[in-house]
Each structure stands twice: as C-alpha cells, then as structure tokens.
C-alpha cells in the first residue's frame, strides 16, 4: 500500500516570502500521479498542482512549482511571492496510474500560515 | 460547468433523525466519491461510485446508505447517527481510467449529531 507523509504540521512564512512544504511517499508502483491541495477555511477542497511521475519536469503553475525527485520519493512545493490567500491547510496526495478506479491517498496535511 | 455542488451547507440532526446530503456535477465526470473529514485531519474514503454501482465500500458503517440515481448525482442518507458521526463530508468527482487527473471537490456539509 502506499503511503504519504507530510513531516511539517505547520508552517509559517510572511507575506511577499518564499516558502515549501515538504511530502514524501512510499511506492512499489512506476506509474503515478501526485497532487497537492488547498483547503482554506472555506472548506474546499482545490488543485492546487499535479505531477506525473513519468514527466521528468517539475510542474509549475504561477507562483506554485514542485522538486519532484522520483528516486527519493519526494514531492515538495514551493510557493513564490506568499500572498494572504495562500493561508489554508495544504495536503500532499498520491493516485495510482497503474489501477483503474484508485483513490487518492493524502498525507496529514501541513497548516500554512501567511504574515502580514 | 467546473463545479461539484452539496447541499445542505450545513446539518444538525438528532441521532433518531432520517437526513440526506446531496451531491451533483455536470462535468460528464462517471466517478464520484464520498469523503468524511474530521478536524484538522485528511479526508478518509468512504464510498466510490463508477458508472452508477458502488465499486468501493470502506467499511462505513450500515447507517451511512449512498446513493447514485445517475450519473449527475450522488446521495448519503444518514440514519441512526452518533455523535463521532459529526464531521465534513465531502464529495467528488473525477474521470475514470488510468489516465486522469485529480479530484474535482464540492464545499462540503459540515455535519453535526446532537
């Protein structure tokens, strides 16, 4: 089974700051997918950004990108120029590409906080 | 249309109440999921759906009932509840496959048995 871990409950970073947030995985499998979400206060749940593992690139998108090191197992994101906005809870996931029909697996999540 | 919609936002009910959550999505997606979260924590799978039959049960409990009356919508009728019941409960949907992409989540339904 696979397994996702998130080693920092919480973070801080202030405003106009660079911070990243750390997740690792446990696998057996080549083909995959890994995913990090936001959930702010609000409750929903929102793709923030995606990797395929096949893709040697690290996926940005904006102020977001990943170190995505597939021999380490590790999938780390990195958020530019924090804003206010980016204050929620931030959860690593796995999904595998090899099962139809797999779910996601989420790390425990990391509390990012944004200062002003 | 980008969303997953549920409804009610919010429930209190007592634990001998009868209520249902509501799901719906118009994005041709044919899986669709129901999550329990508790504060703080991670989403915990409950129910998954692929082309309206139940293909994943975790276990939940026989007083969680989901439903798939096509392939838009998604209900959880909630009977006989307890208190370590209350939680968020989210849905959602996805493609199905190998090759997809992630979930797309609603807002939730903040739950709570009195």
């Known amino acids: 089974a696979q397994t996702v871990t998130q080693s920092q409950p919480e973070m801080s970073v202030q405003e106009a700051e660079t911070v990243t947030l750390s997740c690792t995985y446990d696998t057996s499998e080549s083909d995959y997918y890994l995913f990090w979400y936001k959930q702010p206060p609000s409750r929903q749940m929102i793709l923030v950004i995606r990797?395929?593992?096949?893709?040697?690139q690290n996926a940005t998108e904006n102020r977001f990108s990943v170190n995505f090191q597939k021999a380490a197992k590790s999938f780390s994101l990195k958020i530019s120029d924090s804003q206010l906005g980016d204050a929620a809870m931030y959860f690593c996931a796995y999904r595998s590409a090899e099962t139809s029909g797999s779910r996601l697996t989420f790390g425990e999540g990391t509390q990012l906080t944004v200062n002003p | 249309d980008t969303e997953v919609t549920q409804t009610p936002k919010h429930l209190v009910m007592g634990m001998t109440n009868k209520k249902s959550l509501k799901c719906e999505q118009h994005m041709g997606h044919r899986a669709m999921y129901w999550y329990k979260q508790k504060a703080k924590k991670p989403p915990e799978l409950m129910f998954v759906y692929s082309y309206e039959k139940l293909s994943i049960n975790e276990s939940v409990p026989s007083r969680f009932s989901p439903e798939c009356p096509n392939s838009s919508l998604l209900n959880l009728h909630l009977h006989a509840l307890q208190p370590e019941d209350s939680a968020l409960y989210l849905c959602?949907?996805?493609?199905?496959?190998?090759?997809?992409?992630?979930?797309?989540f609603g807002s939730g339904t903040r739950l709570t048995v009195v």
């Open positions: 959602a949907s996805s493609h199905t496959g190998f090759r997809q992409y992630g979930y797309t």
């Open positions: 990797q395929e593992a096949y893709k040697q």
